[in-house]
């Protein structure tokens, strides 16, 4: 016997959430970019944290006394200094 209540509260959700992210309407669309866009810089921030173990992982070079190695403006990783410390190294050659 086939139930004919309709659909229970969990199929409309996913009916209402997926109408609302196929939708063409102007609004919506700003609202979908603008989230995935955040969603994506926070997920990179995040990836970049744990692998760094830093806040923040990435830095600019604002002198010329790196000079000839870097220049102004040079993005810089920097990373907890026994983040990835091996155990064979040798004399402080980490």
Do not use: K, Y
């Amino acid at each position: 016997m086939a139930d004919r209540r309709g659909p229970n509260l969990n199929e409309r959700l996913i009916q209402s959430a997926t109408s609302l992210w196929a939708s063409n309407s102007e609004p919506l669309i700003l609202i979908r970019e603008l989230l995935s866009t955040a969603l994506i810089v926070a997920i990179v921030g995040l990836v970049l944290f744990a692998v760094s173990g830093l806040w923040p992982p990435l830095v600019a070079v604002e002198s010329g006394s790196m000079q000839p190695h870097m220049e102004r403006g040079d993005l810089v990783f920097v990373m907890e200094e026994h983040r990835f410390s091996s155990s064979q190294a040798i004399n402080d050659t980490e």
